[in-house]
């Protein structure tokens, strides 16, 4: 029986951002073990992930995560972190992360229907 997501993180202790570290939101899964990820910053890079996570750790589409930046390429980092769903809202909370670029959003919240008679038909 394979532990839940939940329980594989209770008890670990969550790194906050350092020097030359940022938080992210992913925003593409590249493959190969790379995404794209929105950083605090403002700006958008490539990341990769960090070996040891591979397969240990899944990063999804919309994870946050903790990038550690190169010093010799600014448009790449390293996915060294993710957080789960309490761990975004204890960096919520304590103001860490924005909740305008870290919270979830209802993906279903912006789909309007032009005409409702058609869909009740259907």
């Known amino acids: 029986m394979t532990r839940s997501r939940k329980a594989a ?7 906050y951002r350092e020097d030359g570290q940022v938080y992210g939101k992913v925003t593409h899964m590249l493959g ?7 950083c605090d910053d403002g700006m958008t890079r490539l990341c990769r992930i960090r070996g040891s996570m591979r397969r240990r750790e899944w ?9 550690a930046l190169r010093s ?5 980092a390293d996915v060294i972190f993710r957080y789960d769903d309490n ?12 909740r305008d670029q870290h919270a979830d959003e209802d993906e279903d919240a ?3 229907f ?8 259907i």
């Open 110 to 112: 912006d789909v309007v």
């Open 32 to 38: 190969n073990g790379r995404v794209t990820a929105d």
């Open 87 to 98: 761990e975004v809202r204890r960096l919520l909370s304590m103001g860490e992360i924005t």
């Open 72 to 76: 010799f390429q600014n448009e790449k």
């Open 59 to 67: 990063v999804r589409l919309g994870d946050t995560v903790l990038v």
């Open 9 to 15: 993180t209770a008890g670990r202790e969550m790194p």
């Open 114 to 121: 032009s005409n409702e008679e058609d869909w009740n038909a």
